[in-house]
């Protein structure tokens, strides 16, 4: 699965810095513009777009390098079978937390595409093709969680991860 599952959250790492770079052009055109005189109509959504769907997509990425906030203060005070307990309470609590929400993302894109709901602003786009930046965000984080915890429940070693995650804290 690693030759599969690396690239796949390589891919979102770099979607999520071009809808950043996005993010950048649009607030960057919606300046100039004003000062210009001119206007560009749903500029200031697409901004909110490009920003909802870098922030999602640069989920599974984050947790698959080890960039999210982890309590380590904790963690890094419990030893052998104590310690991996709780490592895999947490691991299957965020599994669970993270599948919800990647399950009703995906069925707000379907229920949206199935209305034809479409923004309120200017732009008047149809509402699922900005949210399918969340769904698949939130369905690779969730994948990236029980990637983990599989590999946890296989011997990864936790302690060298929480060394190395207290050093970068």
């Known amino acids: 699965m690693r030759p599969i599952l690396d690239p796949l959250y390589r891919a979102c790492g770099w979607l999520a810095g071009l809808f950043m770079i996005a993010l950048l052009i649009t607030i960057l055109l919606s300046i100039f513009g004003r000062l210009a005189g001119f206007y560009l109509r749903g500029l200031d959504a697409y901004a909110g777009y490009c920003m909802g769907a870098s922030s999602f997509l640069a989920l599974g990425y984050a947790f ?20 991996r307990g709780f490592e895999l309470f947490c691991l299957l609590l965020a599994l669970a937390m993270s ?18 709901d479409i ?47 207290a050093r970068t804290e």
Not at 64 to 83: F, Y
Not at 124 to 146: C, D, E, K, Y
């Open 64 to 83: 698959g390098h080890g960039d999210h906030i982890r309590v380590t203060l904790v963690i890094q005070r419990l030893t052998g079978t104590t310690r």
């Open 99 to 116: 599948g919800a929400f990647a399950f009703y993302s995906c069925k707000m894109v379907w229920w949206s595409y199935k209305f034809h």
């Open 119 to 165: 923004s309120q602003s200017n732009d008047a786009t149809p509402l699922w093709i900005p949210q399918l930046g969340m769904a698949i965000g939130t369905a690779v984080f969730a994948l990236s969680i029980l990637d983990e915890l599989i590999l946890v429940l296989r011997g990864k070693a936790l302690e060298a991860q929480a060394a190395e995650l």
